[in-house]
Every structure is written in C-alpha cells, then in structure tokens.
C-alpha cells in the first residue's frame, strides 16, 4: 500500500513537471470534478465505432481504424479513469458511391453510449478525435448529435524544411524530418505529429520548401519520404513534396527543362511513376517557379499555364494533383508588386488542367499583419483556386509575439469578392472551386524541433485553428480559441475567459504595434523582425521606403486610380468602397491611398495623432496581455507560465522599439510634435537604425 501511494505521488509530481507543450492540445488529463467525470463515463461506458461503407476499408482491424480506438482507450482512461468499450461495425453498402457523400462523421451519444458512424474508417477516425474534444472541453454530451463534414478537400500543411535540416523562416527549432535517419529510424513525434493533424481534420503535408532542393524527388529522399508517408497514412495524412521546375536538368541530365519538349514531358511522368510506386497515394505537387529567382517555364518562352500543365499530365494518371502557387513578382516589372500576380495569371484563367490548383496568398504582398484579401480570388471563375496562409509568423514577431491567427485567416476567408454569384466570399470561392471535387487550403507551418512543437507555447492555437478553419471555415475564430485553451490550458473559467481574450487581443496588438492603419513590409531587411521603415537601396520591391512612400505631404501608398490603380483589379463594389478615403477602412487606409498628415480621420484626429496613437495603444495592448496572464498564475503550470511571462516582457520591450523608431523616423517628414498621451522616445533615430538582429533564426539570407 505505502509502495502504491509512493507511486502516485511520483507520478503526480511527475505530471505536474511534465507540462512543455509536448502534448499540444491532447492531453487528457483525468477530469477533476468527480461528479462530472462519473457523468461522462456513464454515458462512455460504451462507443461503437459504424464503418459505413466499408467497400474501400482495409478491413475490420485497418491501421485507422486500431489508430480511433487506441486513442479512445487513451483518451477515454485518461480522462475518465476506466477506458470504455470499443465495438467496431462495419456495414457495406454495394451500391453506395462513396463520392456521392460529403467525407465527414456522425457522432450520436445517447443511452447506449456513443456511436461514431462515417463512411470510411478515416471519418470515423475523425469522429472519435471529435468525442475527445468534445468531452476534454466539458461539452454536456447526454443528448448531442454531431454530423460534420468537411468544406474543403484538401487541408495541407506546407512546411519550408530544407533537407539540411534548416526551416526558412522557421522559429521552433530546426526541421522535424530528420532526413539522416530516415528512412531507417522512425523518430516516435511523427506519429504525434500525424495524430495532432488528424485531431483537426488537416489531410496533407508537404514536406519540403518552396524553394526547393530537386534531390528530394532523388531515389534516396523518396525512400525517406515513403517511410513519413507509411506512419502518416493511418491518420489519413498524404505526403506532398515541392518540385523544382528544373529538376530534369539537375537531377535528370537532361539538357532542358523546358515545358513543351516531349522529352521533359516524358522525364516528369516517369519520375511520377516512381513516385507512387514508393508512395502510392502520394497527393501530388507544390510549385513556386518564376519567383525569387526560382526556374520556371517562362525560361524558356511558356507560361505558368504550360509548366503546371506539364507537371499535371505527370501526375494526373495516379490521381495526384498540382498546387502552382501565384506567388510572383519581378524586379523588371515596373508595376506595383501588389498587382504582379494578377497581371500575370488573370489572363490563364480556364487554361489549366483540371487536376491544377493556383494557390495564392491570402493578400496581395506577403503575409503582412493585415491585407487587403488576393484580388485573384474575385476574378479567376474557371480555375480551381487554393488559399494560402502563413502559420509561422514571419512578419508578426516570429516567436517571440504572441499573434493568434485565427482572426486573420477569418477576415480573409469572410472578405466578399463580389465575384458574380450567390456567395462571393473568398471561403466560398475556395469551396466551390470544388465543384468539381477538388479544392484546398494550405498554411506554412510553424512547427519545428521544439519540445512544444511551435517555439511559444502559445502558438500551437495557430496550428490548431488553421485545422478547425480549413475543415469549417464558417467556425468563429474566438469559438476555436476558446475549444484551444479548454484543451492545451484549462477548464477553469477564468482560464478560458482570460486567456481566450488574451488571444483575440493579440493580433490587433500586433498590428497596432508594428504596422497601424494598413502601413506594410515597413520591417527590417531580410530577417524581417523589428522595424525598418528606414531600409532603402537595392532592389526597391524589397525596401520599406517603396511601401510607405512617406514625405512632407503624407504618408502610404496610392493605389487608387490616380496612384498605381491596384484598386482596378477587385469587382467595382470592392474598388469604391475602398478608394474612396472617407469609405476606406481605417485599416486599410494607407495600403490604399498616401494621406496628406493633416487629413481628419474618423476619429477627428489629424492621420498624424492617429498613428502615434494607434503605436502607442499596440505597446499598451501588450502590456494589458502580459498583465492579465500575470493574473493567470496561480492557475496555469508554472513552466508554460514563466516562459510566457518572459516572452511577454520581451514582446513590450520590442514593440516599445517599433513604436519609438518608426515615430522618429516618421517624424521627420510630417514635423508635428507627438500628441499627448505618446511618451518620447527613449533614443535618438540613429540607434533604432543601428540595430542589427542578424543573427535572427528562419532568414535564409542569415545562415
Ligand atoms: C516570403 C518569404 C520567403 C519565401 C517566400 C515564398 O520571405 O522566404 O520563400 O515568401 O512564399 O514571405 O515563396
């Protein structure tokens, strides 16, 4: 007895240590209102798991199957003390087409206990990450009934992992591929990592950077790769891998690349053949090309059109698909870099095969704090069209800021294009490109090495809502915040309430601290952390001074009619409500127009007041964060809640620094005086520009 009481106390202290993030948002820890956890393992005694259609299962003991019933008996004991029982049903239906259903679960509790019913034992794997949440966040189950399907097909995460081990613009430590010891070793944290995406509903990875190495479509890597691929298929997790336009001449020796040479055709479709023989439900894939110095079919002569095309033939015959990303711009181009993408792809639209997705950003630029939504999204109807949206927070203080995306991801995917249509939002856009049944979303991961996978402990919520979003993007950014803290922290309500505002505060506080009133790429050059809105010379897409355009008569960029005309690529509703200055959003105001210092804002400010103001209440916002998660305490582990305390001091300290350089340096053309309530700085504009992070980690330009 003494020996079993010892035994406990270990492993309660052991729990109370163990608390790094490690677990994410699956922790299932045992509930602790008697009470409660004896209601909820009354009704759990029992979960029956209904296999629809088990036409193209593998069969009563499938390996995803086993994966929802092995995380139900863990779940379930962990957080109700006794695992319930598991029984397993598959009923087959001959006739049914499995296409003619949307995938998704049914999820019924009642009397009998819990029934999970999907036509496929990856719904039904989906349906049991869905009990766990619903019980881990205290949701009274007696009577509910759940039947959700996804919105969009494919739900991708895109990491930017090169094979040496680096991730471009990655801040939780070095890659989680560790290509060395693949394919042989099997680090366990692959099969959590495939875990953590099937509990969200995310279905893909690509594995490698945009900019890419060609050598991982090599023998060797696509071994490696099949090896990630054989422990993520369980969890319903396809691979994907990035394709470096001029791989036949790099790893084929071949003497072209180029698009429309039979010979480069034929390279592609075999190296697609070898692919699925090593991964046979390989998803297909990712392309950035003509972009940041990356080949592509324009070197020789042909459009984005017949280079996706080309790759799409190769892959098409296996079912797998190509993501071509619209993200380009050139230093001859002496448009508006906003308007780039457009120019060149609008004019493809309907030229590309059916198995092609465009994925374009969510904004213009490049994952700024805040964008206008991609004006593609409103003008390409005949092409299949993907979002994408950056997890990692390259320009949003990387891992020391705490920016909670889920509002961001929601502004963009609720923006109306007025694109014709019953429902133009770019949400609806993205799903009804489907129509066909393809569509997808995909988010660059922030997932590194970490002991808590994202490098603050706070941004897993990141990870998690691009999940819930992508499944349903209709879900309120604050409800997925909310289902997060109850998961990742606590129950408790002044848990839930305090830190689910603090997280909703927190990229209005970044924005406001960093880059107010829709100014943008105002950051330091190439690590893109702290403020730069001094960076000039060299190529003029890439300096501050080419976004901001400050001078003694205002401040912003003119995209209006009379400016670069950017406004001319979204629908006339969007493009009036916007260019005019007195309907133009706060915002968004000087992404779109150069306003004169003097100009009265909504507020009855002059601009100038009202962007000190806005600096000034970011760096207050952050400090109303830290206060209020100082006021946590008592209430949350004492690791997770010293590091975020720190990272909070940090984050004050730095924003303090965006506020004071960029007033200083601002200052010298608008020559107004700060306004009350704006303290002075604390040195001179020299030392803000002296500042030198280059030692910064994720900058490729750093190593
Ligand atoms: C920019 C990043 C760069 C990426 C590029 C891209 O600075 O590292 O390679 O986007 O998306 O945001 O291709």
Redesign the pocket.
């Known amino acids: 007895m003494r020996h079993l009481r010892l035994v406990l106390l270990l492993a309660s202290a052991a729990a109370l240590h163990a608390e790094d993030g490690s677990r994410l948002w699956l922790r299932y820890d045992r509930i602790a209102d008697e009470p409660l956890r004896a209601a909820y393992a009354r009704i759990l005694r029992q979960v029956h798991l209904v296999e629809d259609d088990g036409e193209d299962s593998t069969g009563h003991g499938s390996p995803t199957l086993r994966a929802a019933r092995d995380e139900l008996a863990t779940g379930l004991a962990g957080l109700l003390g006794s695992a319930p029982t598991i029984t397993v049903d598959q009923v087959f239906h001959r006739t049914h087409s499995p296409s003619a259903r949307a995938a998704g679960f049914d999820l019924r509790f009642g009397p009998g206990g819990a029934v999970i019913e999907g036509s496929d034992d990856l719904e039904v794997l989906y349906g049991a990450f869905a009990l766990l949440r619903e019980v881990q966040t205290r949701v009274p189950v007696a009577r509910l009934r759940l039947d959700s399907s996804p919105r969009i097909q494919r739900r991708i995460l895109d990491h ?1 992992d090169n094979l040496d081990g680096f991730v ?2 990655g801040y939780a430590g070095s890659s989680l591929w560790d290509w060395a010891d693949l394919p042989g070793r099997l680090d366990p944290r692959y099969r959590d990592y495939a875990r953590a995406n099937a509990s969200v509903g995310i279905n893909g990875v690509t594995l490698t ?3 890419a190495d060609p050598r991982v479509l090599t023998a060797p890597y696509l071994a490696k790769a099949a090896a990630l691929a054989d422990v993520f298929r369980p969890y319903g997790l396809r691979v994907y891998l990035t394709a470096r336009f001029s791989a036949p001449l790099d790893i084929g020796g071949m003497k072209t690349a180029d698009p429309r040479d039979p010979a480069v055709a034929a390279w592609w479709r075999a190296k697609a053949d070898e692919i699925y023989r090593a991964i046979p439900d390989f998803g297909g894939f990712l392309v ?1 090309a003509n ?2 110095g990356e080949p592509g079919p324009q070197d020789y002569g042909g459009s984005h059109a017949d280079g996706a095309n080309l790759l799409a033939d190769a892959v098409a015959p296996h079912g797998g698909i190509v993501l071509w ?1 619209a ?1 380009v711009y050139s230093p001859h181009d002496a448009n508006d870099r906003t308007k780039q993408a457009y120019n060149e792809f609008q004019p493809l639209d309907g030229k590309f095969r059916d198995n092609v997705l465009l994925q374009i ?1 969510n904004g213009p630029l ?2 700024q704090p805040r964008e206008p939504f991609h004006p593609l999204f409103g003008a390409m109807p005949k092409t299949h069209l993907a979002l994408e949206v ?1 997890l990692t927070q ?2 949003l203080g990387q891992a020391t800021f705490l920016a909670y995306l889920g509002p961001l991801y929601q502004e963009c995917l609720e923006s109306r294009t007025y694109r014709p249509g019953r429902d133009s939002t770019v949400a609806s856009v993205i799903e009804a490109s489907g129509a066909g049944g393809l569509s997808a979303i995909a988010g ?1 991961a922030n997932i590194g090495a970490d002991r808590d996978w994202t490098g603050h402990p706070l941004s897993a919520a990141n990870w998690y809502a691009f999940g819930r979003l992508a499944w349903d993007p209709a879900l309120p950014s604050a409800a997925i915040a909310e289902e997060w803290v109850r998961q990742s922290f606590s129950n408790d309500p002044r848990v839930v309430q305090g830190l689910g505002a603090i997280l909703m505060a927190s990229r209005p506080a970044v924005v406001d601290g960093t880059m107010p009133l829709g100014l943008h790429h105002i950051m330091a050059r190439g690590h ?1 952390y702290g403020p730069g809105p001094w960076v000039d010379g060299g190529r003029p897409d890439w300096t501050a001074v080419y976004y901001h355009k400050a001078d003694a008569e205002g401040l912003g960029f003119d995209r209006t009619a009379a400016g670069s005309n950017a406004l001319g690529q979204y629908a006339p509703e969007v493009a009036q409500a916007w260019g005019d200055l007195a309907t133009c959003p706060d915002d968004l105001l000087l992404w779109f127009h150069h306003v004169p210092w003097d100009y009265r804002m909504r507020s009855g400010r002059p601009m100038w007041d009202e962007l000190c103001l806005r600096y000034q209440r970011g760096f207050e916002e952050v400090q109303a964060m830290a206060r209020q998660w100082d006021g946590l305490q008592a209430l949350v582990d004492p690791e997770r809640f010293a590091r975020v305390a720190a990272l909070f001091r940090q984050q004050a300290e730095e924003t303090a620094v965006w506020r004071d350089g960029c007033l200083q340096y601002f200052q010298q053309f608008s020559r107004r005086p700060l306004p009350p309530g704006v303290p002075a700085p604390a040195h001179d504009l020299a030392y803000y520009e002296a500042i030198d992070l280059r030692h910064m980690p994720g900058d ?1 330009s750093g190593r």
């Open positions: 930017w471009e613009r950077n945009v900019n950035k972009s940041e990303r993200f950003k490049d994952f950056q390259e320009y660059v893109h490729p």
